[in-house]
T-cell receptor, first 113, second 116 residues
Framework: GNSVTQMEGPVTLSEEAFLTINCTYTATGYPSLFWYVQYPGEGLQLLLKATKADDKGSNKGFEATYRKETTSFHLEKGSVQVSDSAVYFCALCRIQGAQKLVFGQGTRLTINP | DADVTQTPRNRITKTGKRIMLECSQTKGHDRMYWYRQDPGLGLRLIYYSFDVKDINKGEISDGYSVSRQAQAKFSLSLESAIPNQTALYFC???????????????FGPGTRLTVL
């Protein structure tokens, strides 16, 4: 079956540090890949997506590249801010059919000033 | 106003009680979903609906039921709540969209349910 594995959290960084949150997946066929972000007290929001191998999704300074050979979709940001503190979820879905999202376990990120 | 609303936002109940969580959306989307979030497990799909007459089970539907009263409303019920149903519950919606495109899911703010 389809599954997503994220790096264990929580992750604590200082402002302006470089961020990487690892994500690997197992899936049949060619899923689309996503990063969702959950700010405190809110629902999830789509941060970025990639729909095929070698695609790079980007938004708000965050980037992730769809690596089919390593089945990975690692999230990166060059210089984090306090406002980036949130829980980040990696997810996949098959575009065909029901488009059910399969989520990783989430990684809590805290940025200290 | 929020596009996807959930009521209540917080609920504490006792084992054996019947509970209904409600979700409403003003986005005009056809598809609606219910997920639960547990620490260390991410979000898991409980039920989803593609229109009023189309209800489907997700990966963890046991102990839950749903009702799609209208295009804009999708309710989740726990007929007899048990403590391991303590979790954060999210509703989401998406458009039907075109073939071959991902239709972004938009999430409500969540309902925190505690079963004692």
């Amino acid at each position: 079956g389809n599954s997503v594995t994220q790096m264990e959290g929580p992750v604590t960084l200082s402002e302006e540090a470089f961020l990487t949150i690892n994500c690997t997946y197992t899936a049949t066929g060619y899923p689309s890949l996503f990063w969702y972000v959950q700010y405190p007290g809110e629902g999830l929001q789509l941060l970025l997506k990639a729909t095929k191998a070698d695609d790079k999704g980007s938004n708000k300074g965050f980037e992730a590249t769809y690596r089919k050979e390593t089945t990975s979709f690692h999230l990166e940001k060059g210089s984090v801010q306090v406002s980036d503190s949130a829980v980040y979820f990696c997810a996949l879905c098959r575009i065909q059919g029901a488009q059910k999202l399969v989520f990783g376990q989430g990684t809590r990120l805290t940025i200290n000033p | 106003d929020a596009d996807v609303t959930q009521t209540p936002r917080n609920r504490i109940t006792k084992t054996g009680k019947r509970i209904m969580l409600e979700c409403s959306q003003t986005k005009g989307h056809d598809r609606m979903y219910w997920y639960r979030q547990d620490p260390g497990l991410g979000l898991r799909l409980i039920y989803y609906s593609f229109d009023v007459k189309d209800i489907n089970k997700g990966e963890i539907s046991d102990g839950y039921s749903v009702s799609r009263q209208a295009q804009a409303k999708f309710s989740l019920s726990l007929e007899s709540a048990i403590p391991n149903q303590t979790a954060l519950y999210f509703c989401a919606t998406s458009d039907l969209g075109g073939t071959g495109n991902y239709n972004e899911q938009f999430f409500g703010p969540g309902t925190r349910l505690t079963v004692l």
